[in-house]
Protein backbone atom coordinates (compact mmCIF):
# COMPACT_ATOMS: atom_id res chain seq x y z
CA UNK A 1 0.00 0.00 0.00
CA UNK A 2 3.01 2.50 0.28
CA UNK A 3 6.10 1.96 -0.99
CA UNK A 4 9.29 3.39 0.08
CA UNK A 5 12.72 3.78 -2.25
CA UNK A 6 16.06 5.05 -0.14
CA UNK A 7 18.94 6.58 -2.13
CA UNK A 8 22.13 8.86 -1.48
CA UNK A 9 24.06 6.54 0.38
CA UNK A 10 27.96 6.18 -0.22
CA UNK A 11 31.22 5.85 1.12
CA UNK A 12 32.95 8.69 2.50
CA UNK A 13 35.09 9.88 5.00
CA UNK A 14 35.15 10.37 8.95
CA UNK A 15 33.74 14.17 9.15
CA UNK A 16 31.97 14.21 5.82
CA UNK A 17 28.01 14.78 5.66
CA UNK A 18 25.37 12.39 3.67
CA UNK A 19 21.78 13.30 2.35
CA UNK A 20 19.17 10.51 2.29
CA UNK A 21 16.38 10.48 0.65
CA UNK A 22 13.05 8.53 1.00
CA UNK A 23 10.70 8.70 -1.86
CA UNK A 24 7.42 7.43 -0.32
CA UNK A 25 4.04 6.42 -3.47
CA UNK A 26 0.90 4.64 -2.97
CA UNK A 27 -1.43 5.20 -0.04
CA UNK A 28 0.77 8.08 1.10
CA UNK A 29 -2.19 9.97 2.60
CA UNK A 30 -2.25 7.05 5.21
CA UNK A 31 1.05 7.70 6.74
CA UNK A 32 1.33 8.89 10.79
CA UNK A 33 5.36 8.09 11.35
CA UNK A 34 8.08 8.04 9.12
CA UNK A 35 11.88 7.37 10.12
CA UNK A 36 14.72 6.12 9.70
CA UNK A 37 16.71 2.97 10.95
CA UNK A 38 19.98 1.38 10.86
CA UNK A 39 21.50 -1.78 11.21
CA UNK A 40 25.17 -2.37 11.01
CA UNK A 41 26.87 -5.65 10.55
CA UNK A 42 26.41 -8.02 12.99
CA UNK A 43 24.40 -5.93 15.26
CA UNK A 44 20.33 -5.79 15.67
CA UNK A 45 18.45 -2.83 13.72
CA UNK A 46 17.59 0.23 15.69
CA UNK A 47 15.61 3.52 15.06
CA UNK A 48 17.57 7.05 14.35
CA UNK A 49 15.66 9.07 14.41
CA UNK A 50 11.07 9.77 12.89
CA UNK A 51 8.86 12.58 12.12
CA UNK A 52 5.17 13.13 12.28
CA UNK A 53 4.31 13.30 8.64
CA UNK A 54 1.20 15.97 9.61
CA UNK A 55 2.65 17.84 12.21
CA UNK A 56 6.40 17.49 11.84
CA UNK A 57 7.53 16.43 15.26
CA UNK A 58 10.99 14.61 15.57
CA UNK A 59 12.84 12.34 17.73
CA UNK A 60 16.18 11.42 17.63
CA UNK A 61 18.56 8.76 19.16
CA UNK A 62 20.76 9.66 21.25
CA UNK A 63 23.91 9.00 19.39
CA UNK A 64 22.99 11.02 16.67
CA UNK A 65 21.41 14.41 18.36
CA UNK A 66 23.34 17.42 17.29
CA UNK A 67 24.69 15.56 13.98
CA UNK A 68 21.98 14.17 12.11
CA UNK A 69 18.24 15.69 11.22
CA UNK A 70 14.92 14.50 9.53
CA UNK A 71 12.96 16.57 7.51
CA UNK A 72 9.84 16.04 4.99
CA UNK A 73 7.93 17.56 2.20
CA UNK A 74 4.66 16.82 2.24
CA UNK A 75 4.04 17.63 -1.53
CA UNK A 76 6.79 15.74 -2.51
CA UNK A 77 6.27 12.49 -0.23
CA UNK A 78 9.68 12.31 0.61
CA UNK A 79 11.59 12.65 3.99
CA UNK A 80 15.32 13.52 3.97
CA UNK A 81 17.93 12.30 6.35
CA UNK A 82 20.95 15.07 7.04
CA UNK A 83 23.98 13.57 8.26
CA UNK A 84 26.75 15.84 9.21
CA UNK A 85 30.06 14.77 11.10
CA UNK A 86 29.80 10.93 10.10
CA UNK A 87 31.81 8.76 12.33
CA UNK A 88 32.60 5.43 11.44
CA UNK A 89 30.11 3.97 13.76
CA UNK A 90 27.80 5.37 11.43
CA UNK A 91 28.80 2.85 8.74
CA UNK A 92 25.51 0.85 8.77
CA UNK A 93 22.66 -0.22 6.05
CA UNK A 94 19.95 2.89 6.33
CA UNK A 95 16.41 1.90 6.31
CA UNK A 96 13.25 4.00 5.91
CA UNK A 97 9.76 2.61 7.93
CA UNK A 98 6.26 4.54 7.94
CA UNK A 99 3.70 4.02 10.47
CA UNK A 100 -0.28 4.04 9.21
CA UNK A 101 -2.65 5.79 10.47
CA UNK A 102 -4.54 3.42 12.54
CA UNK A 103 -1.59 1.02 13.36
CA UNK A 104 0.95 0.60 16.18
CA UNK A 105 3.72 -0.85 14.23
CA UNK A 106 6.49 -0.18 11.40
CA UNK A 107 3.97 -1.35 8.63
CA UNK A 108 6.64 -0.76 5.34
CA UNK A 109 9.94 -0.50 4.61
CA UNK A 110 12.28 0.26 1.95
CA UNK A 111 15.35 -1.76 0.94
CA UNK A 112 18.28 0.15 2.65
CA UNK A 113 21.36 2.20 1.31
CA UNK A 114 24.26 1.40 2.51
CA UNK A 115 26.38 3.85 4.18
CA UNK A 116 30.23 3.44 5.07
CA UNK A 117 32.03 6.03 6.48
CA UNK A 118 36.11 5.21 6.46
CA UNK A 119 38.30 6.16 9.77
Known amino acids: QVQLVESGGGLVQAGDSLRLSCAASGRTFSINLMGWFRQAPGKEREIVTH????????SYADSVKGRFAISRDNAKNTVYLQMNSLKPEDTAVYYC????????????WGQGTQVTVSS
Open 97 to 108: AVTSKGQLRWDY
Open 51 to 58: ISWSGGGT
